[in-house]
């Protein structure tokens, strides 16, 4: 069946270090990613998001990255800040679009000073 | 309103009891979603609404859970003779119609069943 995932639940960076987070996808119909941050008591925070047909998007601070051949995410987080520290998820909206997200496990971005 | 809101942020409640968690989508977003996050993990798709109806109820975990939209808006999801393992985080989110459109969540409730 489809499923997300994350290879490493804890991240520990420097403040003012590069990040990066990945994710795996075991879906290699999937069309449409996100990722979402998620701090504490509060619902998940969209980041940035990349369609099947682009491998690269960028953001404000944040670049996401999609390798269709290995079924691989990344999201690279530039000049990490404390304010950076959460959960962050990856996810999956399968094929077509689709109307539910299937998300990861989550990695948990500590920004030490 | 400006975001997803939900209702209320948290509930305690004794096993056996319904409990009704309330969510608001974004004003003009026709589709909705419920989603479940248990302590330490990731979200659990549960039921999507487009406008009043309910095409994918596929991740509701048991009759116990039951939910419906009224006037393309606010969503009720209800958890009947809730159980010790109901308790969770509950969120719900919208997007402005279908597909690959963004997915806002709202800040979800803590359900606590003793």
């Known amino acids: 069946g489809e499923s997300v995932g994350l290879h490493l639940p804890t991240l520990s960076v420097q403040e003012g270090d590069n990040s990066i987070i990945n994710c795996a996808y075991s879906n290699s119909a999937s069309d449409y990613f996100i990722w979402y941050k998620q701090e504490s008591g509060k619902g998940p925070q969209f980041i940035i998001d990349?369609?099947?047909?682009?491998d690269k998007r960028q953001g404000q601070r944040v670049t996401v990255l999609l390798n269709k051949t290995v079924k691989h995410l990344s999201l690279q987080i530039a000049a990490t800040q404390p304010g950076d520290s959460a959960v962050y998820f990856c996810a999956d909206s399968g094929t077509g679009g689709g109307n539910k997200l299937t998300f990861g496990t989550g990695t948990q971005l500590k920004v030490e000073l | 309103g400006a975001g997803v809101s939900q209702s209320p942020s948290n509930k305690v409640t004794e096993k056996g009891k319904d409990v009704e968690l309330r969510c608001d989508p974004i004003?003009?977003?026709?589709?909705l979603y419920w989603y479940r996050q248990s302590l330490g993990q990731g979200l659990e798709f549960l039921i999507y609404f487009q406008g009043n109806s309910a095409p994918d109820k596929s991740g509701l975990p048991s009759d116990r859970f039951s939910a419906e939209r009224t006037g393309g808006s606010v969503s009720t999801l209800t958890i009947q003779r809730t159980q010790q393992e109901d308790s969770a985080v509950y969120l719900c989110?919208?997007?402005?119609?279908?597909?690959?459109?963004?997915?806002?969540f709202g800040p979800g409730t803590r359900l606590t069943v003793l």
């Open positions: 990349i369609r099947s047909n682009m």
């Open positions: 989110a919208s997007s402005l119609r279908q597909s690959t459109d963004t997915q806002y």
């Open positions: 004003s003009g977003h026709t589709a």
